[in-house]
């Protein structure tokens, strides 16, 4: 099958050389078959570790996997994949940073070598043209991945960026092929945290379980452990046939640090009240500044009050004098407890406005 594998720049070195590795915080390689999904989640290691997501295109065979590592150890579930074990590099269907140089100080190597020069005499290491042509390279690999990046496309932003060395230049095909540059950073394992909670194990046999309270009690037992793939294991449950497992699994994301709101989205149009209530929680929870009012309203505006409870409670989050209309529509609401979950938000922004406003302990 066809799956990707979303991972920052600097991971994605180290897989092409040494293939999938398991190692801690995660412990398991994750795999998704909507790209979109796959995006959201290198997006997310990229912010971890300030570097640029990447997404990886892979081929999978699930079932010869199963045979070497056993069933219990390849989760696939809602177009999600988790494999507790190594994966080859030969899964990879190809490499959008071979040969290319991804950082300013690669940069300046490859240009450097590329015309012979000595570092005195090269690009200066604080060059600000070294810099764009990083950035152009780096935002052409993650906007169109598919697409091999070719070197042809490096010299015209080299020309654009640092003319002084690739104006009037003669680069042909075979000279800049003997002039490629891949930076390779290994990765950074804590000896100490190699060793598994033994609640760990507990979890995954709560989640193979065939009773729906066994399911719910993993999901818990995930977030207790504070995962660090927490959400993706959410993510496998937010289709499972018992209601219950799916509520579990909303509130685990709305309480959890991370999140991909295209994956919760869809459950705000289920037919069931709790769902829409616990997914729009979890939106809420994890939207922008700018579109937690959004969901917030058309929470307030169903007709069930269980879903109008829960957009109420997350008005303590929203600024008083910028969203009265939202608090005003909670407040005047025929359910007393909707209007009394208003009012427990705006005694919680102004408690948190006084206590801002406070002068700290000691100033004048």
């Given at each position: 099958m066809l799956a990707y594998h979303g991972t920052s720049a600097r991971r994605?070195?180290?897989i092409f050389r040494e293939g999938f590795l398991p190692l801690p915080p995660s412990r398991r390689v994750w795999f998704a078959e909507s790209r979109a999904y796959a995006l959201g989640r290198a997006r997310t290691q990229a912010r971890r570790t300030e570097d640029r997501p990447v997404v990886l295109a892979c081929e999978l065979d699930?079932?010869?996997?199963?045979?070497?590592?056993?069933?219990?150890?390849?989760a696939y579930r809602r177009g999600i994949i988790a494999v507790d074990g190594p994966v080859p590099a030969r899964v990879l269907r190809d490499n959008p940073l071979a040969d290319l140089p991804t950082t300013p100080e690669e940069v300046i190597e490859w240009v450097d070598s590329l015309f012979g020069l000595a570092p005195e005499q090269g690009v200066r290491?604080?060059?600000?043209?070294?810099?764009r042509l990083s950035r152009g390279i780096n935002r052409r690999v993650v906007n169109r991945p598919d697409e091999r990046l070719q070197a042809s496309e490096v010299v015209e932003m080299g020309r654009r960026w640092l003319p002084e060395f690739f104006v009037g230049a003669?680069?042909?095909?075979?000279?800049?092929?003997?002039h490629r540059r891949v930076g390779l950073v290994d990765y950074e394992v804590d000896a100490r945290a190699s060793e598994p909670d033994p609640r760990e194990a507990e979890a995954m046999g709560c989640l193979d379980d065939a009773h729906a309270a066994a399911r719910v009690r993993g999901l818990e037992l995930l977030a207790e452990l504070r995962d660090p793939d927490l959400f993706d294991w959410c993510a496998m449950f937010l289709d499972d046939p018992a209601v219950s497992v799916r509520i579990a699994a909303l509130r685990v994301i709305a309480e959890s640090g991370d999140g991909t709101a295209e994956i919760v989205e869809p459950l705000v149009h289920s037919e069931n009240r709790r769902i829409r209530a616990a997914a729009l929680a979890a939106l809420i929870a994890h939207a922008a500044d700018d579109e937690a009012p959004h969901w917030i309203e058309r929470g307030?505006?169903?007709p069930c009050a269980c879903v109008r409870v829960a957009a109420a409670r997350s008005l303590r989050h929203l600024p008083l004098a910028d969203h009265r209309e939202l608090f005003a529509l909670a407040r005047h609401d025929p359910n007393p407890d909707v209007a009394h979950a208003a009012e427990v938000g705006i005694g919680h922004t102004r408690r948190t406005r006084r206590r801002d406003a406070r002068p700290a302990r000691g100033a004048r």
């Open positions: 994605a070195r180290v699930l079932t010869r996997f199963r045979q070497r590592l056993g069933r219990r150890r390849v290491r604080n060059h600000p043209g070294a810099a003669d680069l042909t095909p075979r000279r800049l092929s003997k307030l505006k169903d």
